[in-house]
T-cell receptor
Framework: DAKTTQPNSMESNEEEPVHLPCNHSTISGTDYIHWYRQLPSQGPEYVIHGLTSNVNNRMASLAIAEDRKSSTLILHRATLRDAAVYYCILRDPSGSARQLTFGSGTQLTVLP | DTGVSQDPRHKITKRGQNVTFRCDPISEHNRLYWYRQTLGQGPEFLTYFQNEAQLEKSRLLSDRFSAERPKGSFSTLEIQRTEQGDSAMYLC?????????????FGSGTQLSVL
């Protein structure tokens, strides 16, 4: 799977929007962009995924650049419970490798 | 609760002992994954099952590690002759296809400490 690059850490104020960036310049046409997050002492939790169009769900929005070389996870109103490590992962469902390959992610700190 | 369940949550063992972890996936999910995570790192893939068939194994899965999913439901991960380097969080996930790709649901993990 192609690699992703994320900042090591970010800070946000509570109740403000958060934009978490992810670069994936070597993305292939069949790679889906997945986001997971991991709260302390828990397993990762699915957040959102998409291919080309922007996606929204109850947790977040995913904005995908037109050339698909970058994407942004948007938390519309950060809460203290959103403090977690956020992972941006590419996966090709038609590829031979079935697993998700996690990087180091972005540690999000939410300030009260 | 219909999430992924892992047992035990914590395991402390002495070097050289064998340990076994259990994972109960979400019942209708036919894919099951094992990952390992050390402090400050993202989870690393170990192995994956489609129903009872083990279809992929990472190079991280040495000969001391074995995983089974005998009836395509629960899975076990056994580590023989544990070493201090095996200390980690062992995560299990099951998955469904959704939106053209796959969505993984993780358990809370088993934290292994090898003394």
């Amino acid at each position: 799977d192609a690699k992703t690059t994320q900042p090591n850490s970010m800070e946000s104020n509570e109740e403000e929007p958060v934009h978490l960036p992810c670069n994936h310049s070597t993305i292939s046409g069949t790679d889906y962009i997945h986001w997971y997050r991991q709260l302390p002492s828990q397993g990762p939790e699915y957040v959102i995924h998409g291919l080309t169009s922007n996606v929204n769900n109850r947790m977040a929005s995913l904005a995908i650049a037109e050339d698909r070389k970058s994407s942004t996870l948007i938390l519309h109103r950060a809460t203290l419970r959103d403090a977690a490590v956020y992972y941006c992962i590419l996966r090709d469902p038609s590829g031979s490798a079935r697993q998700l390959t996690f990087g180091s992610g972005t540690q999000l700190t939410v300030l009260p | 609760d219909t999430g992924v369940s892992q047992d035990p949550r914590h395991k402390i063992t002495k070097r050289g002992q064998n340990v076994t972890f259990r994972c109960d996936p979400i019942s209708e999910h036919n894919r099951l994954y094992w990952y390992r995570q050390t402090l400050g790192q993202g989870p690393e893939f170990l192995t994956y099952f489609q129903n009872e068939a083990q279809l992929e194994k990472s190079r991280l899965l040495s000969d001391r590690f074995s995983a089974e999913r005998p009836k395509g439901s629960f899975s076990t991960l056994e580590i023989q002759r544990t070493e201090q380097g095996d200390s980690a969080m062992y995560l299990c996930a099951s998955s469904i296809k959704e939106g053209g790709s796959e969505k993984l649901f993780f358990g809370s993990g088993t934290q292994l400490s090898v003394l």
